[in-house]
C-alpha cells in the first residue's frame, strides 16, 4: 500500500488525503472549542455529527444505496452507553423508568466501555438487519431501511422496558473535555479512509457504479454490501453513544427524522465518495446552521446580528441540498479526496 | 474428468418463445470459438446462461467437470470463468487503471499482484496511456480495450465476449482484433467470441458455431461455415449480402 506505484490512476494511499482532513477536523475543533463554552459544546455535537456522517460514508457513499436506517444504530448505541452510564439512584427512581427490565437497571459501565458496547451493539444490530436489508437494490433498499429506522423508533419510543420510552433517560456520563470525542473521531476517520481503500471499499464501489458487470467480476455483492452496513452500524452506535455524552441525556426523538435527515444532507452536500466529502459536509451544514440559530435566537455572529424567524435554518439546509443536487451532485468534494495543491505536488515530485 | 467449459442440452424458454432449444458445446482449453447468429438467434440468452447471469429451463453447465449449474455469477468468476459486456459496462466515474485492477481484486487476487498485472496488461494491449482516464471519458472503441483487460487480468481460464465490436468503427475493428489475438496467445484461455460482425469473428477463431432460432446449426471449421447450407438458409434475407461479402 506504501510501495512506489508501478501504474497511474489507481486507488492508493496519499499521506495527504489522509494527513489534510485530520489536521483541518483537530486543528479547527482544538481552536474553536477553546474560545468560548458554547463553541466548546457546538463542537462536541459536530463531532458527533462528523462521526454519523462518516458511518453514512461508509455504506451509502460507498455502495450507492441510500439509508435512512443508521439512526436506528445510534438510537441502540445511545441507549446502550445511556443506561450502562446513567446512576443507579435515577433508574431505580425516575418515573419513566418504572418498569425498566430489571437486568437493564443493573447494567452498569464506565465511560470508555460503554462507548464500546454501543459500537458492539450497532454493529450486531446493522449486521443482523443487513442480513435481510442488504438482498434489496435501489428505492426498495432505501424505503426498507426508513421502515427499519420507523420499527426500532416505535419500539423504543413506546416501550418502558428497555428505556425511558417517549421521556429523556437523564443523568447519563458526560465527556469532562474535548479529547475523548475527537481522539474517537480522528480515529474513525483514520479507519473510514483505510476502509475506502481496503479491497472492501474498492469492490463495493465498484458494486455503486454498475451491479451487473461487477457480478460478473466475482463480487458477491449481498456479502460486500452487508460488511459495509456492519461496519457503518458500529460507527453510526458510537456517534448515538458519543451524542448521548455531549448531551447528558438520551432521548429517542433525538435519533429519528431530523437526525437523519440532517446528517444525510452533510453526506450530500459535502460529497459522499469521499472522506474529505464527509469532513467537508459536516463543517459547512454545521457552521451555516449554526449561524442561523444564533441569529433566529437574535444572536450576533462576528458581531454581526441579523433577526430571523424560527424555521429559516431548516429551509435553508433543505435548499443547500437542492442546490448541490441540481449543480453539483458529486458535492463540494466532487467526490474526490482532497489533493496537495499544486505548487506543493511540484516541490514533493522534485 | 472433462476438460473444457461445456454446455450440454441447454433450453430456455420465455413464455410460448424458445429462445433456446437443446443447444450443446464445448471450449476447450486455448480453443477460440466463434458465434455467430442473425438477430434473436438467442446468442445473448446463451451468454447470460453460460455465465450464471440467467437459468436454463434444461440442460447443464460445467467447467473441467465441476457442475455450474447452481453457481450465482461472482462464482463462477472465481472458478475461472470471465466475460464482458455487449455495452462495455465499465465502472465510468473510476479510472481505467482502477476498473482494470477491479477485475482481479474481485476474485480474491491481493493488491499488490492485481497492480503488477494491471500494469502488465495495459502494457500488452497497449493502452497504458490511458490508464489515469475516467472511464466515461475515453472512445467506444478503447472502452471495449478496457473491458477485454478488466475480464483477463485475473487470468481466467476461459473467457466469454458478448459483442465487443458492437458500437465500434471499421478503424477500430483491427485493432480489437489484434488485442484479442494477442490475449489468446499470451494468456491461453479458451475463448468464445460472440459477435455480428462475421469477419471478425472468421478472422479470429478456429472453430464456428451458428445459432438460429435458437437451435445450434452449424459447429465446425471456419471455412465452411459460409458455404453451409443451413447457415445461408439463416441469414438469407438479413445478412446474405454481408456473408457473401466476406473474404477469407
Request: proline letters at 3%; one cysteine or more.
Amino acid at each position: 500500500m506504501f510501495t512506489k506505484s508501478l501504474v497511474k490512476g489507481l486507488t492508493k494511499f496519499s499521506f495527504a488525503e489522509l494527513f489534510i482532513p485530520l489536521v483541518v477536523v483537530a486543528s479547527s475543533s482544538l481552536w474553536l472549542s477553546g474560545r468560548s463554552t458554547s463553541l466548546l459544546l457546538f463542537i462536541k455535537f459536530t463531532l458527533c455529527y462528523l462521526m454519523m456522517v462518516l458511518s453514512l460514508q461508509v455504506f451509502v457513499g460507498n455502495s450507492g444505496v441510500l439509508s435512512f436506517g443508521h439512526g436506528s444504530f445510534a438510537m441502540v448505541g445511545a441507549f446502550v452507553s445511556g443506561l450502562a452510564t446513567a446512576p443507579l439512584m435515577i433508574k431505580q427512581n425516575a418515573m419513566a423508568l418504572s418498569n425498566l427490565w430489571q437486568p437493564l437497571v443493573d447494567f452498569k459501565l464506565n465511560l470508555g466501555m460503554s462507548l464500546l458496547a454501543s459500537a458492539f451493539a450497532g454493529g450486531v444490530f446493522a449486521a443482523f438487519t443487513g442480513g435481510f436489508l442488504m438482498r434489496l437494490n435501489g428505492l426498495a433498499a432505501g424505503i426498507a431501511t426508513f421502515a427499519l429506522l420507523g420499527i426500532t423508533y416505535n419500539i423504543l419510543f413506546n416501550n418502558n422496558h428497555v428505556g425511558p420510552s417517549n421521556q429523556a433517560l437523564p443523568g447519563v456520563s458526560q465527556f469532562s473535555n474535548l479529547t475523548l470525542p475527537l481522539v474517537l473521531v480522528l480515529l474513525a476517520m483514520i479507519m473510514v479512509y483505510f476502509y475506502n481503500l481496503s479491497r472492501a471499499g474498492r469492490t463495493l464501489r465498484a458494486t455503486r457504479e454498475d451491479n451487473l458487470a461487477s457480478r460478473g467480476l466475482g463480487i458477491n455483492i449481498i456479502r460486500v454490501r452487508w460488511m459495509s452496513f456492519t461496519f457503518s452500524g458500529v460507527l453510526a452506535g458510537l456517534a448515538g453513544a458519543m451524542y448521548a455524552h455531549v448531551g447528558g441525556a438520551v432521548q429517542v426523538q433525538d435519533y429519528y427524522l431530523g437526525f437523519t435527515f440532517y446528517t444525510l444532507a452533510m453526506l450530500i452536500v459535502g460529497g459522499s465518495a469521499s472522506l474529505w466529502g464527509a469532513v467537508l459536509g459536516t463543517v459547512v451544514v454545521s457552521g451555516v446552521s449554526q449561524i442561523l440559530l444564533m441569529w433566529e435566537q437574535s444572536s450576533p455572529v462576528f458581531g454581526i446580528t441579523i433577526h430571523l424567524p424560527i424555521g429559516t435554518r431548516a429551509i435553508v439546509i433543505a435548499g443547500m441540498l437542492v442546490v448541490i443536487l441540481l449543480w453539483r451532485p458529486n458535492g463540494i468534494s466532487n467526490g474526490s479526496e482532497i489533493k496537495l495543491p499544486n505548487f506543493l505536488r511540484k516541490i514533493k515530485a522534485s | 474428468m472433462s476438460l473444457g467449459f461445456a454446455a450440454e442440452g441447454l433450453s430456455k424458454s420465455f413464455g410460448a418463445l424458445v429462445v433456446l432449444n437443446n443447444v450443446s458445446l464445448t471450449i476447450k482449453p486455448g480453443e477460440t470459438i466463434g458465434l455467430l447468429g442473425p438477430n434473436g438467434a438467442g446468442k445473448t440468452t446463451l451468454v447470460n446462461i453460460l455465465t450464471g447471469y440467467e437459468q436454463a429451463d434444461l440442460g447443464s453447465v460445467t467447467l473441467d467437470g465441476q457442475s455450474f449449474n447452481t453457481l450465482p455469477a461472482h462464482a463462477r468468476a472465481h472458478n475461472g470463468l470471465a466475460r464482458t459486456f455487449q455495452s462495455g459496462r465499465l465502472f465510468s466515474e473510476l479510472t481505467v487503471a482502477e476498473n482494470i485492477a477491479l477485475g482481479a481484486l474481485s476474485v480474491g487476487i491481493s493488491s499488490k499482484v492485481a497492480e503488477k498485472r494491471t500494469a502488465e496488461i495495459l502494457e500488452i494491449l497497449e493502452i497504458s496511456n490511458l490508464a489515469e482516464n475516467r472511464a466515461n471519458s475515453i472512445s467506444h472503441g478503447n472502452a471495449r480495450l478496457v473491458g477485454l483487460a478488466r475480464a483477463v487480468v485475473a487470468e481466467p481460464k476461459y473467457l466469454i465476449m458478448d459483442e465487443p465490436a458492437a458500437g465500434i468503427n471499421e478503424h477500430e475493428t483491427p485493432t480489437l482484433l489484434a488485442a484479442l489475438k494477442t490475449v489468446s496467445k499470451t494468456l491461453g484461455c479458451g475463448m468464445l467470441l460472440v459477435e455480428h460482425n462475421v469477419q471478425l469473428v472468421l478472422d479470429f477463431s478456429s472453430r464456428i458455431i451458428v445459432l438460429a432460432t435458437g437451435n445450434l446449426i452449424y459447429d465446425g471449421k471456419p471455412e465452411h461455415a459460409l458455404s453451409d447450407p443451413a447457415v445461408k438458409s439463416a441469414y438469407l434475407g438479413e445478412m446474405s449480402l454481408n456473408i457473401s461479402n466476406v473474404s477469407h
